[in-house]
T-cell receptor, first 111, second 118 residues
Framework: AQSVTQPDIHITVSEGASLELRCNYS??????LFWYVQSPGQGLQLLLK????DTLVQGIKGFEAEFKRSQSSFNLRKPSVHWSDAAEYFC?????????WGAGTKLIIKP | DAGVIQSPRHEVTEMGQEVTLRCKPI?????LFWYRQTMMRGLELLIY????????DSGMPEDRFSAKMPNASFSTLKIQPSEPRDSAVYFC????????????????FGAGSRLTVL
């Protein structure tokens, strides 16, 4: 069955520290992979996507993600987080017309 | 482009009342989705329209929920009668889906409608 797992419900990092959010997927075909961010009281905004080609993809707000087929992973990274990055982050895989969503990881920034 | 526009942003109503949520998708997008988000169940797809036609409504919880898309620029989600367990944030999202590329579907979300049923 198709699924997306985000193993961390919450992650706390200090401002200026590096960040890695984990995402593992289960999908039988070539995956189309997405990361979305949801700030409090807002809708979901696309951070980046992977469809094909270079497995390291760059997104908005200084985020990047790396697709590793052998590990079925699509982890999100940022070298230095800012307080404004505090939000919930969702990984998803495209399955036909819809997205299969992970449960989300809430990022908390320590000053 | 103004993005996906949803109204109202907040709705507080009493149990048994009818609730109508509205969505204006991005011009030119051919696909529209209604999602519900709660702490307990996360993001749930309620219904998917393609070219104004409902394709998958398997996520609609029960007959109290209905959705329409009378034209390419407008959709509604109606709950009648509403119940406290319907309290959630309801999102509308739209996309320009290229039919022959499965899964490569970039959704743009609205800001959501927060519904509270007392």
């Amino acid at each position: 069955a198709q699924s997306v797992t985000q193993p961390d419900i919450h992650i706390t990092v200090s401002e200026g520290a590096s960040l890695e959010l984990r995402c593992n997927y289960s999908y039988g075909a070539t995956p189309y992979l997405f990361w979305y961010v949801q700030s409090p009281g807002q809708g979901l905004q696309l951070l980046l996507k992977y469809f094909s080609g270079d497995t390291l993809v760059q997104g908005i707000k200084g985020f990047e993600a790396e697709f590793k087929r052998s590990q079925s992973s699509f982890n999100l990274r940022k070298p230095s987080v800012h307080w404004s990055d505090a939000a919930e982050y969702f990984c998803a895989v495209g399955a036909n017309y819809q997205l299969i969503w992970g449960a989300g990881t809430k990022l908390i920034i320590k000053p | 482009d103004a993005g996906v526009i949803q109204s109202p942003r907040h709705e507080v109503t009493e149990m048994g009342q009818e609730v109508t949520l509205r969505c204006k998708p991005i011009s030119g997008h051919n696909s529209l989705f209604w999602y519900r988000q709660t702490m307990m169940r996360g993001l749930e797809l309620l219904i998917y329209f393609n070219n104004n036609v409902p394709i998958d409504d398997s996520g609609m919880p029960e007959d109290r929920f209905s959705a329409k898309m009378p034209n390419a620029s407008f959709s509604t989600l109606k709950i009648q009668p509403s119940e406290p367990r319907d309290s959630a944030v309801y999102f509308c999202a739209s996309s320009q889906r290229t039919a022959f590329i499965s899964g490569a579907n970039v959704l743009t979300f609205g800001a959501g409608s927060r519904l509270t049923v007392l």
